[in-house]
């Protein structure tokens, strides 16, 4: 099977032409050997995307996502690699878990699929999981990823347990005994009487991280940062050598905890949405370099989940179909980052940072790519997400980066119906 | 005439102008409640329900006497003893109200912004009863109401409030509406029960009950929800007694001519004194009457907004 995608422009260079041959990106050949050729319209190709930090809810929680209707959203928003979190029923802290998604993924077809395994035994705290089995059954990190680890005794012995077997520790910051509110604490939550969750909260357990991660030698890589004193600490361990690193997601650099006043339950996530100085700290930190990955937290949840009181709502937003247009028309369009630097947060460092070898478009690297419509804006609807979860605060946005086609290994694996 | 909204959600929705018909409204209303023949026809052939989640006594019969002295029918239910204790949604139930034809209900809950996330959904219209620690805006009402008939104005009152403001609905409804008429509120209350950022709802913190309670026009005590001590707010009730209560010394920092307020119900000897709770400065028993002066007057201002359309 031969390609040619033409008339494209790539992100990085004056290349208008991409050849493809048996799933890899191949040098020039002539036209009438191809099988198919593309016509890209002028729109521009990126390596295909990859997302660290994302739920697909299945095993168990299919009435959400399932793997095949998350991977299908994720290469409408131009990923050909996505990483799952671990809460799952059953948790997935074992291999025969791990075999589980793997199978489901490869059925699909949509996207690569990295799971991610529990760092504890049912993400409870008190038995580290088989970190070593599941690395054999295919997982790229661990993670208690929705419920922090919460003593910093287990976080040290998941650090170093993990760290024999080169695998890289994630965690959601967050001091449970400050309070489990359902947004953040400031003005906005005292003004309408909901239980806030403080920065402070999230700040403490990120630099316990930091300190571990400091005094064991060992890298410890930070969820969904979402708080100034976070970027802060990050960015002054990251100076003195420490081997941490970070994510945030498109909804901490876009929105405020303003947007709870009317308690839409789609503005309710974890970490919750702060306050204009955070969301502007968080923009620095992505400027400047603190924070190496932008992620989704892709968190599908059944209406009926969502449909009720905000302080019985599920935490959590999908992501990953806005995800790209989000970043672009945020941070590229707005001259904050260049897109090559869009193309670290979004492919290179996560694919470094968990080791999964992807972003290359050489001769001979798998051919996964998507092309983005850079120039027209669309409106974003929830209606017409492939993923199962209508939970998204975005519907009815003005956005630049729609997602035309989405290739994976070769094969087509969104093309957008003109 | 009438309220702009098909809802009473809070006192942030009302303007300054509707809150001033409601008070005028509600003191009309209360010769209703003071005379021989306590009937009017405001509310003939409407229906009004109240939905209870969270246990009540003044709120509820006062919504309940209200609507009767208008002349509604009117029913109750609550959370037990209904379809809500067989996990019916809080959707569900308030859309098997609406279409059973109910012109208003009037909604307890003990999550903050329940009435909010039903009243877009359904025809009738929602009175917020109280929703978990955001607004309960006709007990506000009413403190107001119990105000202005000793006030020709709010502008420049100082108004002091102490006790759990974090928990507190009553508080953030009184803010904000006396904030709209130009009066000035005091807050006080331990620290572990002043949430964050309360200052910038137009509130001074004061730095004790003294300072707080200093030159005021109405001292209003909160009720100090006792269950709190487990969550260890404060160590003991003694030690509140002695240090956050609104005792006859601090009283007398008031204005000479000042009264004591409290939404009830009290715990006599914590948060007041019985001492205090009975003075000649205290105005909590009519607050009550007033509520029912209140009630009558939003539940009428709303169905007369539907005239109107």
Redesign the interface.
Known sequence: MKTIIKNCKLFDSDKTEVYIADGKFAEAFPENEADEVIDAKGNTVFPGLVDMHVHLREPGYEYRETIATGTAAAARGGFTAVCCMPNTLPVCDNAAVVSGILKKAAEAGNCRVYPIGAATKEIEDTELAEIGLMKEAGIVAVSDDGKPIPTAGMMRKVLEYASDFDIPVLNHCEEKSMGTGAMN????????????C?TAAEDIMISRDIILAEYLDVPVHICHVSTKGGVRMIRDAKARGVKVTAETCPHYFTLTDKSCE??DTNFKMHPPLRTEEHRLAIIEGIKDGTIDCIVTDHAPHHQ?EK??????ANNGIVGLESSFALSYTYLVKTGVISIEKLMDLMCYNPSKILKLGRGGMAVGDDADLTIMDLDHEFTFEKDKMLTKGRNTPFDGWKLYGETQLTIMGGKKTYEKLC | MGLKSKDLLGMKQLTPEEIMEILDTAKTMKLVISSANKKTSHLQGKSVVTLFYENSTRTRLSFELASKYMGSASANISATGSSVAKGESLLDTARTIDMMGTDIIIMRHPQSGAPHSIANKIKASVVNAGDGMNEHPTQALLDMLTMYERFDTFEGKNIAICGDVYHSRVVRSNAIGLAKLGAKVSVYGPRTMMPIGIEKMGVRVASSVADCVKDADAVMGLRVQLERQKSSLFPSVAEYAKFYAITPEMLKLAKPDAFLMHPGPCNHGVELPTAVYDCDQSVINEQVTNGVAVRMAVLYLLMARRNNL
């Open positions: 604490e400031g003005e906005v939550s005292t003004s309408i009487g909901i239980r806030g403080s009317t308690y009926d449909e009720v009181e905000f302080s019985h």
